[in-house]
């Protein structure tokens, strides 16, 4: 059974950083599109971030635009959190898309993680 893993989350004031990583136990995890997603309670889950086997054209949800910034190297993906808000805190889970290729729809990601609780406090 394939696993994600999240790692990174915490709690911590408003405006600073944290950098979320993701790893995969797919073999072929290098060749797919991985996405971020969060969940704050009572909302839907939301799409952040995701990025393609290549990393590049990453896609950027436009309420952390200029904040949040995805990236990936061969074995995990990254989600640099910059100037983080009180509206931030939710549970962030990746996911490991079933194509090469980043999207922002649910339904393209085949497999997730448990998530990892970020909290901001003001």
């Known amino acids: 059974q394939v696993q994600v893993a999240e790692s990174g989350g915490g709690e911590v004031q408003a405006g600073d950083s944290l950098r979320l990583s993701c790893v995969s136990s797919r073999r072929t995890f290098s060749n797919n599109g991985v996405g971020w997603f969060r969940q704050a309670p009572g909302q839907e889950r939301e799409f952040i971030a995701a990025i393609s086997w290549r990393g590049d054209n990453p896609m950027t949800a436009d309420s952390v635009k200029g904040r949040f910034t995805i990236s990936r190297d061969i074995a995990k993906v990254y989600l640099q959190m910059n100037d983080l808000k009180p509206e931030d805190t939710a549970t962030y889970y990746c996911?490991?898309?079933?194509?090469?290729?980043?999207?922002?729809?649910?339904?393209?990601?085949?497999?997730w993680g448990q998530g990892t609780q970020v909290t901001v406090s003001s």
């Open positions: 996911a490991v898309a079933r194509r090469a290729f980043a999207s922002s729809v649910v339904s393209e990601y085949a497999y």
